[in-house]
């Protein structure tokens, strides 16, 4: 009895030895599996909460000259249009957080502001020089500028950078989840796959002004064939754009970044072809109907 007492020991230590290895093991991988989980719900959670910033224009307002009183309503409902512009702006800009790539923000939303500031400052001038002085250089205070999203884009990337290593540790304990990882990433191919289709982006088209015009008067010919040409340069830039725009942006990417800023480019290039024509002649109407453009593949 005596001498069998100590191996029975001997074993209980063993025993209990080895469970408690087993149990410091396991409270090793769930604590490392919960710091994981916890930094990357930190980079999520600091993503979805960093501050897009604000789009910033120049005043118009105050670099008008004096207004003639036959023209004041039509200044200010374009004036009060500018305003409705950034406030639209703006509003996509934090919808959009996230979408696109490095150029989104230029490409889909500060150039179609650009362009749609430009036709609405081109009528101010024009409204205004029916019975005064036209205003000139007014369009460069068309362009915009994004403030106050340098911060938030540094942390948005510094974040991205923890998770991509989260990403390699969990890969590097877990061989089956690297594998699962690597599926995803083949999921991720196949939407690069899709963008690969889309390299026949097609072309842009647009309805044909020329045939739609009355008789020009001799005094407006030159203008107005000054903005046809300007018309089809227009599309011709469009449909470069499209091609060196390959697999940016979303599904609306086109309509938001192309289609839409060319028609506000038309809407006001029309405008001025029919004001032309009307100087002298009367003053077709309904035009704006052909500003509109298609993607045809």
Same mark, same amino acid.
């Given at each position: 009895?005596?001498?069998?007492?100590?191996?029975?020991? $001997?074993?209980?230590?063993?025993?209990?030895?080895?469970?408690?290895?087993?149990?410091?093991?396991? #409270?090793?991988?769930?604590?490392?599996? =919960?710091?994981?989980?916890?930094?990357?719900?930190?980079?999520?959670?600091?993503?979805?909460?960093? @501050?897009?910033?604000?789009?910033? /224009?120049? *005043?118009?307002? @105050?670099?008008?000259? #004096?207004?003639? #009183?036959?023209?004041q309503a039509e200044v200010d409902? &374009? =004036?009060?249009?500018?305003?409705?512009?950034?406030?639209? !702006?703006?509003?996509?800009?934090?919808d959009t957080v996230g979408q696109g790539g490095a150029n989104f923000? +230029?490409?889909?939303?500060?150039?179609? =502001? $650009?362009?749609?500031?430009?036709?609405?400052?081109?009528?101010? !001038?024009?409204?205004?020089?029916?019975?005064?002085t036209k205003p000139q250089g007014l369009d460069a205070l068309a362009g915009c500028a994004l403030n106050g999203a340098a911060n938030a884009g540094g942390a948005a990337n510094g974040n991205a950078g923890n998770n991509a290593n989260n990403g390699n540790n969990n890969a590097g304990n877990a061989g089956n989840a690297g594998n699962a990882g690597?599926?995803?990433?083949?999921? &991720?191919?196949?939407?690069?796959? %899709?963008?690969? %289709?889309a390299g026949a982006v097609g072309t842009i088209t647009c309805p044909d002004v020329a045939s739609q015009l009355p008789a020009i008067p001799a005094t407006a010919q030159a203008e107005v064939d000054r903005n046809l040409a300007l018309l089809q340069t227009q599309i011709s830039e469009a449909n470069t754009r499209l091609q060196n725009t390959v697999g940016q942006g979303g599904a609306n990417f086109v309509q938001n970044a192309i289609l839409g800023p060319l028609k *506000?480019?038309?809407?006001?290039?029309?405008?001025?072809?029919?004001? @032309?024509?009307?100087?002298?002649?009367?003053?077709? +109407?309904?035009?704006?109907? =052909?500003? #509109? /453009?298609?993607? &045809? $593949?």
């Amino acid at each position: 009895m005596s001498r069998a007492l100590p191996k029975y020991n $001997k074993r209980r230590v063993v025993v209990i030895g080895a469970a408690a290895a087993l149990a410091l093991t396991g #409270a090793v991988v769930v604590n490392s599996a =919960l710091a994981g989980e916890s930094k990357s719900s930190g980079a999520t959670n600091a993503q979805t909460l960093a @501050s897009p910033g604000t789009i910033a /224009c120049p *005043d118009v307002a @105050s670099q008008l000259p #004096a207004i003639p #009183a036959t023209a004041q309503a039509e200044v200010d409902r &374009n =004036l009060a249009l500018l305003q409705t512009q950034i406030a639209e !702006a703006n509003k996509r800009l934090v919808d959009t957080v996230g979408q696109g790539g490095a150029n989104f923000v +230029q490409n889909a939303i500060l150039g179609p =502001l $650009k362009d749609k500031r430009v036709s609405t400052i081109d009528r101010i !001038a024009i409204s205004i020089g029916r019975k005064g002085t036209k205003p000139q250089g007014l369009d460069a205070l068309a362009g915009c500028a994004l403030n106050g999203a340098a911060n938030a884009g540094g942390a948005a990337n510094g974040n991205a950078g923890n998770n991509a290593n989260n990403g390699n540790n969990n890969a590097g304990n877990a061989g089956n989840a690297g594998n699962a990882g690597n599926a995803n990433n083949n999921g &991720n191919n196949g939407n690069a796959g %899709n963008a690969g %289709n889309a390299g026949a982006v097609g072309t842009i088209t647009c309805p044909d002004v020329a045939s739609q015009l009355p008789a020009i008067p001799a005094t407006a010919q030159a203008e107005v064939d000054r903005n046809l040409a300007l018309l089809q340069t227009q599309i011709s830039e469009a449909n470069t754009r499209l091609q060196n725009t390959v697999g940016q942006g979303g599904a609306n990417f086109v309509q938001n970044a192309i289609l839409g800023p060319l028609k *506000d480019k038309r809407v006001s290039t029309i405008d001025r072809i029919a004001i @032309s024509i009307g100087r002298k002649g009367t003053k077709p +109407q309904g035009l704006d109907a =052909l500003a #509109a /453009c298609t993607l &045809n $593949k």
